[in-house]
């Protein structure tokens, strides 16, 4: 007798979405198992047994599990695909990874930096869980200045434009070019366009935003567009959380 596990774990393990993503999959009515469409999502399946497909194509269990961070530019998506057709994440990956990739969370079209992908879904669903506070820092490069008294507000937390306060995060002006401000802002949430919303609650203009880490794992000096392996540690450091 195979394991037995829930349907979105499943679908996670076959390296086709993140668990939240899988659950949205069985929601729209897109997975069967032996034949028959699930919408619900308390349902198990066993590995080596049940028959699951995704829009009829039938899927299993990833044989290797890839780790990798990107570079990305401003301009692409991080998702598969795009209704827009707009140029995603996975575009850039090449020839070399045989394996379905997705995004590890989201990084915005207009925002460039670090983003991750794999096709380990737990791996997505462990970094993405708000329960988990995985910090992600950003450099912001603003549009004229930003006060003492905004940073502070930064730091102990803002009130968005939709209600949402947001967490206390870590912020520090980091450099003054002509006619612009650079602050280094760490945060654990992600709520969507955060950092540009969480400037504006205080009365800055992002002009450019870049993600350099998360949970301590540097972009560091990958060129722009570019893709690397995780080493062993990063993995381990964004597995044990």
């Known amino acids: 007798m195979g394991e037995i596990v829930r349907l979105q774990k499943y679908i996670a393990m076959c390296g086709e979405a993140s668990r939240r993503a899988a659950e949205q999959l069985i929601e729209e009515g897109k997975v069967s198992v032996n ?8 349902i198990k399946v066993e590995i080596g047994a049940d028959k699951v497909t995704i829009s009829g194509r039938q899927i299993e269990p990833c044989k290797k599990l890839y780790y990798i961070m990107l570079n990305k530019p401003v301009g692409y998506v991080s998702t598969v695909k795009d209704q827009f057709s707009r140029p995603a994440v996975t575009d850039l990956l090449g020839d070399e990874i045989k394996a379905r990739l997705f995004p590890v969370g ?25 329960k988990h506070n995985v910090e992600k820092t950003y450099i912001a490069v603003l549009k004229g200045g930003i006060t003492i008294g905004g940073l502070n507000r930064l730091r102990n937390g803002v009130r968005l434009s939709d209600g949402f306060v947001t967490s206390p995060a870590r912020a520090e002006i980091i450099d003054t070019p002509k006619g612009m401000t650079a602050v280094k802002i760490t945060i654990h949430e992600g709520k969507n366009r955060q950092v540009r919303r969480m400037f504006e609650a205080v009365g800055s203009k992002v002009a450019e935003l ?14 722009l567009g570019r893709w690397r392996y995780l080493t062993a540690h990063e993995i381990s450091k964004l597995k044990n959380l």
């Open 210 to 223: 870049k993600r350099i880490s998360i949970n301590g794992v540097e972009l560091g000096n990958l060129p």
């Open 106 to 130: 989201r990084l915005d079209y207009d925002t460039e930096g670090l983003i991750l992908m794999t096709n380990d879904g737990d791996f997505s669903y462990k970094i993405t869980h708000p």
């Open 35 to 42: 034949g028959e469409k699930v919408t619900s999502q308390g």
